[in-house]
């Protein structure tokens, strides 16, 4: 066996010199400029980078899936003794599915909707082994049952619209599955699903390619779930591979500039509080790739070299090479310059007010259901079910839960988006509900909500500057300096270019879009922020970039944060208090390092077992859910959470529990504290 577990299994897939472009007029801009890597029967190499950098360019090249504008360059994908860059499609097809397979990054745009999950596997059983009749649904069922849906029997006949998330990446991996591939590319399987069902995801993935010696292609930007999944790994950049090593050296060495400040970028314990490192600008654009090092315009070290001449691979350690002109990259013991060296720091305590700037009681948001010619309600989806929450100026609370379980819904309520069923909701001491609209008004000035996806929270039709002012002209915010000063303002005070205002959505970044919807939320200068989920999409070194902005605006600003989230990294570094949620209630909630550090309550346990830790030595024993998350339409009698949870006793099934201090600021609900 080769070092650090490479194994000595034949190489199944033989990648040397791979060049990718795409068409821009007359142009040809080159995605993916000669990359060569190998990937052996059993191992998994994870390509990790920012977006744009190649990885889903380079997944697609593989299996010659190009869109039209696509342009393969150049160069060899050998394949089971076979360049496929120069097999006629016919044989193509029967590579597809059948000796590689690819895992798509979102699958409900990736499976067909008209078609049930059935017939979509039975299309590659017929193609690629040759099954017909009884003998389809026979090896669909093992499918299903091997990747650990429940009920295979009736997903079946089920389309891709009646199944949760994670229900469709599972269908996505058995079809993957069906064909009996020896290579899977694996392309982001987990980006968009919740911690606990990613958990279980990759843990199907380990077990299946442990079972079948398959070789996996893992294309991430998640540095916990390359700990848990890779054996090597490869750093892209601008459409090169920069780093490669052992899963091992690269956790504990990064020789890369821009791999130890992707590290460096990652929320961390040791910096809550204090500001995260960023990486300054951002990848350069196909039309502007440099002819030498493609990062030295970001890099800290770079030097006259740097910007004359591309740098040659340099072998560092066994298995381990770095593309630098600094002699084998910064050295184990590296620091990227102007690393934090800040201790966290807390809010002042002059910041809190007396009165909260929020409070919510027993809010209940239910939804009826109806039926038949006359629509009569039959029932009720409790979406939100008596949450109680208190947040003071200066501080942040995050509500965390698996999706479906109410925290966006809670996050509206507050804002008047939703009507509340039942409840009470003060914003600044006034009371919300029930107001006319034109008595809402001034509070909706002193309460904004960030949204997750910029993209489609913002007017593609509208400047930036004409987005902005949207609101102020609503909401009568009127500035003395006049609209336009207090736009370039605000952009200024979220790190943008005035001349930022005269362009359109489409013309930034990702972290850009989402530092333009800040800067609406706070160009009427609220009090309250309500952030849902505002960092899910970004990149390491974005989010840190968005998470050091949000921070000082608390700061300087004092705002008050409700943090909608499923990153627990992020709720870590960010957050003073958390609030954990199931089924539309709160089961848990205190200080971040009492949730965190000492959770008490059974799914609390479970949510941060399956939270994958970018640190070899840190990975927790997870804490399999079983069952799936009863629908909030007919929750589960007694305490919601007891059918899936392994500490249950009798009264968990007969009575919902009450409230248990566990400290004055630590709160549980469980009989197992009562």
């Known amino acids: 066996m080769n070092p650090e577990g490479r194994r000595e299994e034949a190489v199944l897939l033989d990648v040397r010199d791979l060049r990718i472009a795409f068409a821009s007029g007359r142009s040809l801009l080159a995605a993916v400029d000669g990359i060569s890597f190998e990937v052996a029967a059993g191992e998994t190499l994870a390509l990790l980078g920012e977006s744009g950098c190649g990885k889903s360019a380079t997944a697609l090249g593989l299996l010659r899936l190009l869109p039209a504008a696509g342009r393969m360059l150049g160069g060899e994908v050998l394949f089971a003794g076979r360049d496929l860059l120069r097999l006629p499609e016919a044989e193509m097809r029967t590579v597809r599915g059948g000796g590689m397979a690819m895992i798509f990054q979102e699958p409900a745009t990736s499976l067909n909707p008209v078609l049930t999950v059935g017939r979509q ?252 010619i006359l629509q009569r309600t039959v029932g009720y989806v409790r979406a939100v079910d008596g949450v109680s929450l208190e947040l003071v100026r200066g501080r942040t609370l995050a509500l965390v839960g698996e999706s479906g379980c109410g925290k966006t819904t809670v996050g509206k309520a507050i804002l008047q988006l939703l009507p509340a069923t039942s409840g009470r909701v003060q914003v600044l001491g006034q009371t919300l509900g029930g107001q006319s609209r034109r008595a809402l008004q001034p509070l909706r000035q002193r309460m904004q909500m960030i949204f997750q996806d910029p993209f489609a929270s913002l ?150 077992s399956a939270v994958p830790s970018p640190h070899l030595a840190a990975q927790p024993e997870f804490i399999r859910l079983p069952g799936e998350t009863p629908s909030p339409a007919r929750p589960p009698g007694g305490c919601h959470f007891h059918p899936r949870c392994r500490q249950a006793i009798a009264a968990c099934s007969a009575r919902y529990p009450e409230t248990t201090s566990v400290s004055t600021t630590h709160r549980v609900c469980c009989h197992l504290y009562g």
């Open 121 to 372: 596997l039975a299309e590659v059983l017929e193609r690629h082994l040759g099954l017909a009749g009884p003998a389809v649904r026979a090896r669909s069922l093992e499918l299903l049952t091997a990747v650990g849906l429940a009920d295979p029997e009736r997903r079946l006949g089920e389309y891709p619209f009646q199944l949760s998330g994670g229900m469709k990446q599972r269908v996505m991996i058995a079809i993957a599955l069906a064909g009996n591939p020896r290579l899977l590319i694996a392309d982001e399987p987990t980006t968009a699903l919740d911690v606990t069902i990613q958990a279980q995801i990759l843990e199907l993935l380990r077990r299946l390619q442990g079972e079948r010696a398959t070789g996996m292609l893992l294309i991430t930007h998640d540095l916990g779930v390359v700990a848990q999944m890779a054996t090597r790994v490869g750093v892209m950049y601008a459409g090169q591979i920069v780093e490669e090593a052992p899963r091992a050296a690269f956790f504990s060495s990064p020789r890369h500039p821009y791999t130890q400040m992707l590290f460096a970028a990652l929320p961390d314990l040791a910096r809550r509080g204090g500001r995260l490192e960023t990486i300054p600008g951002q990848v350069p654009p196909l039309s502007q790739m440099p002819r030498a090092c493609r990062f030295a315009a970001r890099c800290p070290h770079a030097w006259e070299l740097c910007r004359q001449e591309a740098p040659p691979w340099r072998q560092v350690a066994v298995g381990h090479r770095v593309r630098c002109h600094l002699d084998g990259g910064l050295g184990a013991g590296g620091r990227v310059p102007g690393a934090s060296d800040a201790s966290p720091g807390a809010i002042a305590a002059a910041v809190a007010a007396a009165t909260p700037v929020l409070v919510v009681e027993n809010l209940c948001v239910h939804f009826p259901i109806r039926r038949g």
């Open 459 to 608: 007017n593609p039709r509208m400047a930036v500057g004409e987005i902005i002012d949207e609101g102020m002209r609503a909401l009568r915010v009127h500035s003395p300096e006049g609209s336009g000063a207090a736009i370039a303002a605000v952009l200024q005070q979220v790190g943008l270019d005035a001349e930022a205002a005269g362009r359109y959505p489409h013309e930034f970044s990702g972290g850009q879009r989402q530092r333009i919807a800040i800067a609406r939320a706070l160009a009427v200068q609220p009090d309250l922020v309500i952030c849902d989920e505002p960092t899910s999409a970004l990149d390491v070194s974005v989010q840190a970039q968005i998470l050091n902005l949000l921070a000082s605006l608390q700061a300087d600003l004092g705002l008050a944060y409700l943090f909608i989230t499923h990153n627990f990294a992020v709720v870590d570094h960010l957050a003073h208090a958390v609030a954990v949620m199931y089924l539309g209630r709160i089961v848990e909630q205190g200080t971040v390092d009492e949730v965190l550090r000492s959770p008490r309550h059974p799914y609390t346990r479970a949510l941060l």
